[in-house]
């Protein structure tokens, strides 16, 4: 009883004093913020798990933990949109008649001109929300910007994406 005792303090100190480091392990990888305080949560119930805990190297295991979490979750996530699009992919070009072949390449090939005609920080953004899937809290946290400025900035870039589109097809 004693030992469990022991093991849940050195446990608590470890979290009171390493949870901010833990927590901006996973803050550089960009993460939204409620990602990067759960994968911090799950880094302490895995020392809880762990049998055998020394006060000299207790701190090392948690970074250890915490970074290896941090890749797991992001190699899970590449993977996932990786899919995604591959998916999307095989459906838009290959499950086609030739004639929607066609109309889809040619849309595509017209919203790259509009992207490439497109301001550099409105065209990340659009990129950022159409090809990486990402939310607009997630891009304001990459792009270190506020999520009112991502939201309008995206307002536009959709609109100058379908304006040029409808002006082009025309």
């Not at 009171?16 to 880094?43: H, P, T, Y």
């Not at 499950?95 to 790259?112: C, M, P, T, W």
């Not at 910007?145 to 995206?154: D, F, N």
Request: aromatic letters at 8%; one cysteine or more.
């Amino acid at each position: 009883m004693n030992q469990m005792t022991n093991r849940v303090i050195l446990i608590d100190q470890t979290y009171r004093k390493m949870w901010g480091s833990v927590l901006a392990i996973f803050r550089q990888a960009c993460l939204c913020e409620a990602d990067c305080e759960d994968l911090a949560q799950n880094v302490f119930l895995r020392l809880m798990s762990l049998d055998l805990l020394v006060p000299e190297t207790i701190e090392g295991m948690t970074a250890t933990i915490a970074y290896h979490f941090r890749t797991d979750y992001l190699r899970r996530r590449a993977a996932i949109r990786r899919h995604f699009t591959e998916t999307l992919t095989a459906d838009a070009f290959d499950n086609r008649g030739s004639d929607e072949h066609v109309l889809i390449k040619e849309l595509y090939a017209l919203e790259q001109t509009a992207l490439d005609r497109m301001a550099p920080a409105n065209r990340q953004i659009y990129l950022l929300s159409h090809y990486a899937d990402k939310t607009n809290e997630e891009i304001a946290q990459t792009l270190s910007m506020s999520y009112r400025a991502v939201e309008s900035r995206l307002y536009r870039s959709r609109q100058e994406v379908r304006e040029y589109v409808k002006r082009m097809a025309m």
